[in-house]
């Protein structure tokens, strides 16, 4: 079964109708065969446009966000799309398929990190591909010129007259 992200964006309600909604798509999820990972709430924000609620046709600003992770399987993405973009509760829902994909392996340095800065390859490598920026060559280039003005330059003396 392919693994989902399912986003529900719900019109501002109480806490008990928000409960009553959640339980109701999980219960949805559950009834088509889905197994449910996790559910996060992305909290109480600002829609990006004006949407309107289903039934009352009333404009909707700000919305409740949650996201439920879940493994199903493509007939049941279907099913339970049109169920829960039918509720009057939910302003929009997405399932998303997510690629879960092994993660790479990590290797462990923490002998060269260990290191003092100066000894690291890493930084060393640094040091010889740096650029600098304008600002900086034009700082290195004053101080260089405010150090050959201040030695004192000696000028030629004439040979004596015979």
Not at 123 to 151: A, P
Request: aromatic share 6%.
């Amino acid at each position: 079964m392919p693994f989902y992200e399912v986003s529900m964006i719900t019109r501002s309600l109480s806490k008990a109708d928000l409960v009553k909604a959640l339980t109701r798509a999980g219960n949805t999820l559950l009834d088509h065969g889905a197994v449910i990972e996790k559910v996060e709430s992305l909290g109480h924000r600002d829609l990006p446009y004006k949407r309107l609620a289903k039934q009352t046709n009333e404009p909707v600003y700000a919305s409740n966000f949650f996201l439920f992770k879940a493994h199903m399987s493509r007939e049941a993405r279907q099913k339970t799309k049109s169920i829960l973009t039918h509720d009057l509760d939910t302003v929009q829902v997405d399932l998303i398929q997510v690629d879960t994909l092994p993660a790479p392996k990590v290797e462990c340095n923490l002998e060269e990190i260990l290191k003092a800065p100066a000894e690291r390859q890493a930084v060393s490598d640094l040091r010889e591909n740096q650029k600098m920026g304008h600002f900086t060559r034009q700082m290195i280039y004053k101080r260089t010129e405010k150090e050959w003005k201040s030695i004192p330059k000696s000028y030629p003396i004439a040979p004596p007259r015979p």
